[in-house]
């Protein structure tokens, strides 16, 4: 019994459904919405205290965490493996899944955050909206809501995060400069994060990613899409499809 | 060959230095300097180009990010195992050095920084300061300094990083009623990560840390503290004890 519940195939739901397409390991999906703040119900907060998805239910054990959740995916199925087969190799994949929830998300996250929510929270009248945050088992994600849907961030801290990503796509071209995926000769979870948050990024910041400024990073976003497993994951149901595009549009701008 | 760069026994040092220590690995050790902004040296920055410790170079091989050179160690050498055998037990263990590195760590150590960083700043002119910050690899690291040194950080902030330092000590004292060590029934880096930031707070924290409010992790800090790994590691020369104790008794007063 594999149960994993998830949202769109972006950012960390798409980082798990990539695994799982790539692994090739049957489960029972369970679609989350973030946009109507599912991940809120009680039902859900049984599975994740937290909140939060994706989450990972095997045989009755709940495991949470994204990264945490492809190296389990890896370890306890059969299929192709998606960690390189020596220690060495293994630290890089993890110093670089690391780097990608550590810091490459955070930015783009706020970002994104900054230029969707509207559209979201805009549909609310704010007793609803308060509502809806209240709910919000995490203190944290309770003011990240709060800050986006009143005021937003400033100039500054979207500047600065707007930095953090180019910094991110640079690192990114740099080491695939050098090998052909990002822990080396071997396609790893390494690609399988970055490539969860930069899939759209040819399209929506062609400023940033382009064959001109980053072309191994292109030539890596060409095998990866390639890949029957990636497109498995891009092609799982995606019902807000239209919402985001609306986001995305706004957020090019600032990474232009 | 293996060689261990590292600071005093104290938060991502002392945690490799555990786990160096608990699989009773021979290494070479080389102390850098913080207080004398040692990791920012170019002999340093052409070991880890992000100019922080600790890091590891097996063999020529660099290895960075204290959570990964653990699980390194544990998987390329000999001696007692430090993960679970299990997948499950294994992911429970990354789920808690995950959050040990993105919340607890990161709130603890901001207080502490506030604290401690005069008693280091305090001892260079504005130039000599400003030349030190200059040569910081990475910009986050820079702006860091700069805050702490000049203006310090809000008591708004200090009061939520101290709101997460007790929902961190509350989270393992939760687990730790549950199960002996916290990745379930045996000792495993997850406890390893936990002790490098709480080795001090039944002494320096005692109204947050203590028998009655706490008492499984106060049992659980007990049977840490006698592991020879653990007395080992703790017993790594430091020659910042006396600036890093001052410091101490001031950031008492915020997680009180």
Redesign the interface.
Known sequence: MLDLYHAEPAANSLKVLLAIKEKGVPFTSHFVNLHEFQQHEPWFVKINPNGQVPALV?DG?V???S???N??LD??FEGPLLRPVD??G??RM??WT?FV??YFTPALSFIAWHHMIRNITDKLTPEELEAKIARIPL?EQQDKWRTSARQGYTREQLEEWG?QVRVSIQRMEKELAETPWLAGAAFSLADVSSFAITAGMPRVSPNLVNAKDTPHLMDWHGRMSARPGVQAALAMPNPVRETMEAGRSKMASILS
Do not use: M
Request: aromatic letters at 8%; zero cysteines; glycine letters at 0%.
């Open positions: 095997h054990k495991i949470t965490e990264t945490v959740i190296e389990y370890e306890a220690p060495y293994r630290a993890r110093i690391k929830d550590e203190k930095r």
